[in-house]
C-alpha cells in the first residue's frame, strides 16, 4: 500500500502564511510528479502546484506569486508554502503523486485531504 500524510492546514487570518507538507511511504518504488490540488465547497477539485522529478513546476495562475512547491527526493515528501494567502484560497488541500508501486504499478495517490480556512 502507499500512503500520503499531509500535515500543516489550519486557520489563518488573509494576508498570512501556511506551509502544507505531504510525506509519501509504503511500496511507492518511483516517484514521479508530485503535487496539491484544492477543492472548495460546491466546488470540483483543481491542480494549485505541481513539480516533475527533475524540479519543473507549474502554477493555478490564481496561485503564481505567493504558492511555492517544493520536494525532498530523499525523504518522499513534497512541500507547498502558501503566501499572501486569500478567503478563496479556503479549500481542503490533497496531495497527489504519480508513481509507480508494486502489485499496484503505475497510479495517481492520494492523500485524504488537510483544510486550509482563511479568514477575511
Known amino acids: 500500500q502507499v500512503q500520503l500524510v499531509e500535515s500543516g492546514g489550519g486557520l489563518v487570518q488573509a494576508g498570512g502564511s501556511l506551509r502544507l507538507s505531504c510525506a509519501v511511504s509504503?511500496?511507492?518504488?518511483?516517484?514521479?510528479?508530485m503535487g496539491w490540488y484544492r477543492q472548495a465547497p460546491g466546488k470540483q477539485r483543481e491542480l494549485v502546484a505541481r513539480?516533475?522529478?527533475?524540479?519543473?513546476?507549474n502554477y493555478a495562475d490564481s496561485v503564481k506569486g505567493r504558492f511555492t512547491i517544493s520536494r525532498d527526493n530523499a525523504e518522499n515528501t513534497v512541500y507547498l508554502q502558501m503566501n499572501s494567502l486569500k478567503p478563496e484560497d479556503t479549500a481542503v488541500y490533497f496531495c497527489n503523486v504519480y508513481g509507480w508501486a508494486f502489485k499496484s504499478g503505475s497510479a495517481d495517490y492520494w492523500g485524504k485531504g488537510t483544510l486550509v480556512t482563511v479568514s477575511s
Open positions: 509504503g511500496s511507492i518504488a518511483i516517484i514521479n510528479a
Open positions: 513539480i516533475t522529478s527533475g524540479g519543473s513546476t
